[in-house]
């Protein structure tokens, strides 16, 4: 006979101890095999295009591609323009803390899609590149490779070529620089802001709350140059109010349109939208700045142009920013 501890391999199939373990494994492979087919047969019989570009929705994109449109076509005059000052710019720059400011302010002018993806590019190919050492020859290259480019991509391959070339620690340099300085372009919104300007006033005069109030001024902020609100609004929040008697709220709305006609220059439009700020509280200056943040680039109408037409305002409610009498004070001044 045979020991009992030596296994005997010609043991049945049916006495086997896997065979109790192996039968479940198998059964769900099983359901999971048909599951599978079945799903298949439903998608080639039922799904349509459509369903699937649903899906292809709810994958991850690159960032690049979640980014606004850059519009290249609508914006090239604009962009070659720019382009043209750079060249001036460095040509005249004597320093290169000058040829990054001039930098600076190219990329404020710039479309901010076309930025972004330019200076990614950049980032990425700048090891493969031979330093340029002369500017100027970089700055004239872009102006002449824009001036060519007819699409996006080529303008986005213009801006990062040109950027590519620059060192990155001057390149991140002039990005700050361009934040905290940026430029606009106010002979080309000169006309727009000044509509905007008269939106505001009528607003403002039929303004009856605080939120109102607050609407109202962050409704004209969406609707400025960005880089023109960014460093107004930085300036009036570090500044003493402004020399000038207390006005009303509707009186101060007028003269910000008044100023706004006379500015020729963006200097000038900068002093007209900062002297306005500077003037209003600043717990309200802050929300209306939010409000301009959160909003900007939606389109959406001035709070008095979707108020009932022959709904009348209080009396002296002015720009509704939290004060009974028609006046302002600036907080903690």
Do not use: N
């Not at 930025?115 to 020859?137: I, M």
């Amino acid at each position: 006979g045979k020991s009992r501890d030596q296994p005997d391999l010609r043991m049945s199939s049916s006495s086997s101890p896997y065979r109790p373990r192996l039968l479940p494994v198998l059964a769900v492979v099983c359901l999971g095999a048909a599951a599978v087919l079945s799903i298949i047969g439903v998608y080639r019989t039922s799904i349509r295009p459509a369903a699937l570009l649903a899906l292809a929705d709810l994958q991850p994109k690159k960032a690049e591609e979640s980014l606004k449109p850059i519009d290249f076509r609508v914006h090239k005059a604009a962009i070659e323009d720019d382009a043209k000052e750079f060249s001036a710019c460095v040509q005249a720059a004597s320093t290169v803390d000058e040829g990054v400011w001039c930098l600076g302010q190219l990329l404020s002018l710039l479309p901010r899609p076309l930025e972004q993806r330019a200076l990614e590019v950049a980032h990425e190919v700048y090891p493969s590149k031979e330093p340029v050492d002369d500017p100027k020859l970089l700055a004239m290259h872009l102006e002449s490779c824009l001036a060519a480019a007819q699409e996006r991509d080529g303008g986005i391959f213009c801006v990062a070529e040109f950027l590519a070339h620059v060192p990155p620690a001057a390149l991140e340099k002039a990005v700050t620089m361009g934040e905290e300085h940026p430029a606009f372009d106010w002979d080309f919104e000169h006309e727009v802001a000044l509509q905007e300007a008269e939106k505001f006033e009528g607003c403002a005069a039929d303004a009856e709350s605080v939120e109102d109030g607050v609407t109202c001024l962050g409704q004209l902020l969406t609707e400025l140059p960005e880089a023109m609100v960014e460093r107004s609004v930085h300036v009036a929040m570090e500044v003493p109010a402004p020399m000038a008697p207390e006005e009303t709220t509707a009186v101060l709305a007028k003269d910000f349109g008044v100023c706004l006609k006379l500015a020729t220059a963006r200097d000038a439009a900068m002093y007209c939208l900062t002297h306005l700020l500077a003037r209003l509280p600043a717990e309200q200056l802050h929300e209306a700045y939010a409000y301009e943040t959160e909003h900007r680039g939606k389109g959406e109408p001035f709070l008095s142009e979707v108020q009932e037409e022959d709904k009348e305002p209080e009396h002296g409610a002015g720009l509704g920013l939290g004060i009974e009498k028609p006046k302002l004070h600036r907080a903690g001044k």
